[in-house]
Nanobody, 116 residues
Framework: QVPLVESGGGLVQAGGSLRLSCAAS????????MGWYRQAPGKQRELVAV???????NYADSVKGRFTISRDNAKNTVYLQMNNLKPEDTAVYYC??????????WGQGTQVTVSS
């Protein structure tokens, strides 16, 4: 069973919105943090937003005020609402989860393309 399944990527014009979803398999166990990273062509993977059980949420400076991360613990799902998208947000977005054993899981990635 795939541990993390992402959905919601696509092509959008600058200023538009997208919502990413990531459902975690119960096989991961008790999750302490879920988040989103992204990787643009030729660049390193970077943190976009994370939601932790103990420390709340944290965002990259470049997305503050535009992106919102949220979790539905009953569904073991994390969401990333992305508003006012910019061409520089174009990247492959990866879901990430960490469990109580500090094991880290990654999704397969979903492409987000923002046209100018």
């Amino acid at each position: 069973q795939v541990p993390l399944v992402e959905s919601g990527g696509g092509l959008v014009q600058a200023g538009g919105s997208l919502r990413l979803s990531c459902a975690a398999s119960r096989t991961i166990g008790s999750i302490t943090a879920m988040g989103w990273y992204r990787q643009a062509p030729g660049k390193q993977r970077e943190l976009v937003a994370v939601d932790t059980t103990t420390a709340g949420t944290n965002y990259a400076d470049s997305v503050k005020g535009r992106f919102t991360i949220s979790r539905d613990n009953a569904k073991n799902t994390v969401y990333l609402q992305m508003n006012n998208l910019k061409p520089e947000d174009t990247a492959v977005y990866y879901c990430n989860a960490k469990n109580r054993l500090r094991l880290i899981y990654w999704g397969q990635g979903t492409q987000v393309t923002v046209s100018s």
